[in-house]
């Protein structure tokens, strides 16, 4: 079965330092996984996504993951946090149904404080 | 597109009142999602509709809960009777997917905020 594990609740960080909000996956097949961000009573926006095109994704505002099936991670990562940033995180699989298309596993979401 | 639209925003009833939220797809998604969030157990999936057929309403808590989809441009979720403890934000989310496209993204709406009291 495919899940997500997001390894931190709350992380935090000050303004202008890197983000790394961590995520391990479990799929029993080549996976697709997003990083999706909700800021505080907003709905998920997609920050990017993993579709085995490129193990290095590239997302909106400034931030990345990579794929690494050996750790079975993707972990997303910002070299300057913006105090905007601050928002909540979330880790997503894929899970597909035979011809009928695939849903979204959620993790349980990481928390993300910027200080300025 | 307007994008996923959902109503009402806010919802506040009494115990053992019918709730029915509502969502309008982004128009030519095949793909519809209802989940619900709280802080207790996060994000979680109610049911997934393909072409307006369910494929998985394994997460529909429990006989409270109903979903439908009646076209390709609506979709209802019906509580009754309402509990305090289906309190939460329950949010709609459509996509385009298919049996080689079934890793495409899903496009949230801003969700309903469900209290009931």
């Known amino acids: 079965a495919q899940s997500v594990t997001q390894l931190d609740s709350h992380v935090s960080v000050s303004e202008g330092t890197p983000v790394l909000l961590r995520c391990n996956y479990s799929?029993?097949?080549?996976?697709?996984l997003f990083w999706y961000v909700q800021h505080p009573n907003k709905g998920l926006q997609l920050l990017l996504k993993?579709?085995?095109?490129?193990?290095l994704v590239k997302g909106i505002n400034g931030f990345e993951a990579e794929f690494k099936k050996s750790e079975t991670s993707f972990h997303l990562t910002k070299p300057s946090a913006h105090m905007s940033d601050a928002a909540e995180y979330f880790c997503?699989?894929?899970?597909?149904?035979?011809?009928?298309?695939?849903?979204?596993?959620f993790g349980q979401g990481t928390e993300l404080s910027v200080k300025p | 597109d307007a994008g996923v639209i959902q109503s009402p925003r806010h919802e506040v009833t009494e115990m053992g009142q019918e709730v029915t939220l509502r969502c309008k797809p982004i128009?030519?998604?095949?793909?519809l999602f209802w989940y619900r969030q709280t802080m207790m157990r996060g994000l979680e999936l109610l049911i997934y509709?393909?072409?307006?057929?369910?494929?998985?309403d394994s997460g529909m808590p429990e006989d409270r809960f109903s979903a439908k989809m009646p076209n390709a441009s609506f979709s209802t979720l019906k509580i009754q009777p309402s509990e305090p403890r289906d309190s939460a934000v329950y949010f709609c989310?459509?996509?385009?997917?298919?049996?080689?496209?079934?890793?495409?993204?899903?496009?949230f709406g801003q969700g309903t905020r469900l209290t009931v009291v």
């Open positions: 128009s030519g998604h095949n793909s």
């Open positions: 509709f393909n072409n307006n057929v369910p494929i998985d």
């Open positions: 799929s029993s097949y080549s996976p697709s």
């Open positions: 997503v699989v894929s899970r597909l149904f035979y011809n009928q298309g695939g849903k979204l596993i």
């Open positions: 989310a459509s996509s385009q997917q298919g049996s080689r496209i079934w890793n495409t993204e899903a496009f």
């Open positions: 993993y579709t085995s095109a490129a193990t």
